[in-house]
């Protein structure tokens, strides 16, 4: 073979031949070679087939912007995949960095008052973001009845760098031995917090529950608290780690 004939370049054809052969993954990097070799390997002929069996949805988008080559679109496809199938980074902070202050009054006197550390709370045993708390102190003794009552909830950064409310409302609830409250509150999305309307999809969780002081005063006392986070998609709670990293972008400084 002469050296003219080694130092041929293919032929359009010839290229177009073996691209029909090629992978996506190979196409995409026969395309770098020269600019010849990129509009031979970015044909839509060549990627139209491929673009169909693998991102579908995306390639019907041809049909609205026909100057969108499937190419790009193939691309967007498996970008679109690789980031919903990536698995989440670890949380910036901890349980260990995070204080629950919780809140139930009347307008007139309080219920409980209570400043825990994350880290010290029984992390629920499907390691969800759900913390039951016991009430050996901080709970007033009141008689039974039907109040209105406020509810705060607040997570704050260890250092009291940083605070974030959960729950702020009034409601009534009947203080009845053996019976409770439970109170949710919507929360915003993450670094859009402007609008009432931009809401992500949780919810805060808060529940009491009163037991009875003696059997003769008819007064009774929070002697159990629940908190947690829910996604309102399947109304379950979300991962500890999904609950740290949702709290972070609130708590730590941007």
Not at 57 to 72: D, E, G, M
Not at 144 to 165: A, D, K, M, Y
Not at 166 to 177: G, V
Request: overall charge positive.
């Amino acid at each position: 073979m002469s050296r003219s004939q080694i130092n041929r370049r293919p032929t359009w054809e010839v290229l177009s031949l073996v691209a029909q052969h090629l992978d996506p993954k190979t196409l995409a990097v026969a395309s770098c070679v020269s600019k010849s070799w990129f509009t031979s390997m970015s044909s839509d002929h060549l990627w139209q087939p491929i673009c169909f069996t693998h991102s579908s949805p995306l390639s019907n988008l041809k049909l609205t912007y026909p100057s969108v080559p499937f190419r790009r679109l193939y691309a967007l496809g498996v970008t679109a995949a690789k980031r919903r199938f990536k698995t989440p980074s670890k949380p910036r902070i901890s349980l260990q960095n995070l204080l629950f202050s919780i809140d139930l009054r009347t307008k007139d006197f309080p219920l409980t008052t209570i400043a825990r550390p994350a880290d010290e709370l029984c992390v629920d045993l499907n390691g969800v973001f759900r913390f039951d708390i016991e009430v050996d102190y901080g709970s007033f003794p009141v008689a039974e009845t039907l109040e209105e009552v406020e509810i705060t909830w607040n997570v704050v950064l260890r250092g009291w760098q940083g605070v974030f409310t959960m729950i702020d409302r009034e409601e009534k609830m009947n203080l009845r031995a053996g019976s409770g409250g439970w109170f949710s509150d919507s929360l915003p999305s993450p670094g859009c917090c402007s609008s009432e309307m931009a809401t992500s999809g949780i919810v805060a969780d808060l529940k009491f529950g009163f037991c009875r002081m003696r059997e003769s005063d008819g007064k009774i006392r929070v002697d159990k608290v629940s908190v947690g986070i829910l996604s309102v998609v399947n109304w379950r709670y979300v991962s500890v780690d999904d609950g740290l990293r949702y709290l972070q972008d609130f708590l730590l400084t941007k």
